[in-house]
């Protein structure tokens, strides 16, 4: 008898345990819920609630596209509960990657809050620099047939069409030359430091007079740079241009050479040799 009433006891002891277990769950379980709900109640407020988008900076492209692309990233809510319209929690670094992969012209964006209702958007666009066209015969080059090029800065990044321009583009150089595989826009074309040297190039044969339009790869792999009056300057790529345009001054105020009065009738200048720095007139 003593044996059956224990266990009648041990039975209601665990049942009375058990009865506080799921009590003290229900309890949390209520808890979570008002807390969530409090949660999402909270980062939903008008008050901080982001519901304009500004973008300044821009020149040439639209602040609609910019804005429109960018409200789609603040709908909807983190696991359900926190709005990603809230002025505290919006994705900030998700809507700066997405703005520099879908704008390859825009440099630099900067995403912050104007006030708690209005997030503002400044970028740096992209400058236009020279046009990287397709390499294809000097035949079809000189007959001015229409090309399809693509502009790049000052960083060699490819960023646009040169369709993009439209008819009011400045007239800039042009690098004839294979382009990336794949779509070029988004693709580096030549480092930085090497565009430098190319323009400074260029700058330094304009201080003289003359004017370089185009820079072509050649099919023995050199380069030259084309002048107005189709006149050339043949270089490689490891051609040192600072000692190749002290040449090419040396030449062209040579009064012995008399390089100068005859230029018009000059068809190249190779400065691939160093010192030894060789001509050829038009036949």
Not at 87 to 112: D, L, M, R
Not at 210 to 219: M, P, Q, V, Y
Not at 240 to 257: E, S, T, Y
């Amino acid at each position: 008898m003593l044996g059956r009433s224990n266990t009648l006891k041990s039975a209601r002891l665990r049942g009375r345990r058990r009865k506080a277990v799921i009590g003290k769950a229900v309890i949390v379980f209520c808890v979570v819920i008002v807390l969530w709900a409090l949660v999402f109640w909270l980062s939903g407020l008008s008050q901080v609630t982001v519901k304009s988008v500004e973008v300044e900076g821009n020149a040439s492209m639209s602040s609609s596209a910019i804005a429109s692309t960018t409200v789609g990233f603040l709908s909807g809510r983190y696991y359900f509960t926190v709005a990603k319209s809230n002025a505290f929690f919006y994705p900030k670094e998700t809507i700066e990657n997405y703005i520099y992969t879908s704008f390859p012209q825009i440099e630099k964006a900067s995403v912050g809050l104007k006030n708690f209702q209005t997030l503002k958007i400044s970028i740096t666009e992209r400058q236009p620099k020279a046009l990287l066209c397709k390499s294809v015969s000097l035949e079809i080059i000189s007959s001015g047939e229409k090309d399809s090029c693509f502009i790049f800065d000052s960083k060699g990044f490819i960023f646009a069409s040169s369709t993009e321009l439209g008819s009011a583009s400045p007239k800039m150089i042009k690098f004839w030359s294979k382009l990336p595989q794949g779509e070029p826009i988004g693709q580096q074309f030549l480092s930085g430091e090497r565009l430098g040297e190319l323009f400074e190039l260029t700058k330094n044969v304009s201080a003289f007079g003359f004017a370089i339009t185009d820079f072509r790869d050649r099919e023995d792999g050199a380069k030259e740079a084309v002048l107005s009056a189709g006149e050339r300057l043949i270089f490689s790529d490891d051609t040192d241009l600072k000692a190749a345009i002290a040449n090419f001054q040396a030449i062209i105020g040579d009064q012995v050479l008399g390089v100068s009065n005859i230029f018009s009738k000059l068809d190249y200048i190779d400065l691939r040799f160093g010192n030894k720095v060789y001509y050829k007139l038009k036949n």
